[in-house]
């Protein structure tokens, strides 16, 4: 079992930064595929970035490349998503997952309870 707990939400102005934070506890860490998913308002839940057991492959929302990166620390048992020139649509709520490296929410079996990210313009 791992359980996710995220941090470093909250309210930025347009053109600001946030890092994200996602610590998991439990032993085997290092062993899942971490993803962030973020979910606004009456939208369904999307695909953010995701990163290997190894954290030497990640990928992205074609969106978002080029301003968020995600990255870990295995002996931390972290996972971080630094968000650069943020705009007002990304406003949501940010979760963190673990399982298996997917674009797809449905490969990952554990989540945080996510935190809340606003961007005013």
């Known amino acids: 079992q791992v359980q996710l707990v995220e941090s470093g939400g909250g309210l930025v102005q347009a053109g600001g930064s946030l890092r994200l934070s996602c610590a998991a506890s439990?032993?085997?860490?290092?062993?899942?595929?971490m993803g962030w998913f973020r979910q606004a308002p009456g939208k369904e839940r999307e695909f953010v970035a995701a990163?290997?057991?190894?954290?030497?492959?990640?990928s992205y929302a074609d969106s978002l490349k080029g301003r968020f990166t995600i990255s870990r620390d295995n002996a931390k048992n972290t996972v971080y998503l630094q968000m650069n020139s943020l705009k007002p649509e990304d406003t949501a709520v940010y979760y963190c997952?673990?399982?298996?490296?997917?674009?797809?929410?449905?490969?990952?079996?554990?989540w945080g309870q996510g935190t809340q990210v606003t961007v005013s313009s």
């Open positions: 990163i290997n057991w190894s954290g030497r492959t990640t």
């Open positions: 997952a673990g399982g298996l490296y997917s674009s797809s929410p449905h490969q990952y079996n554990y």
């Open positions: 439990g032993r085997t860490f290092s062993s899942y595929a």
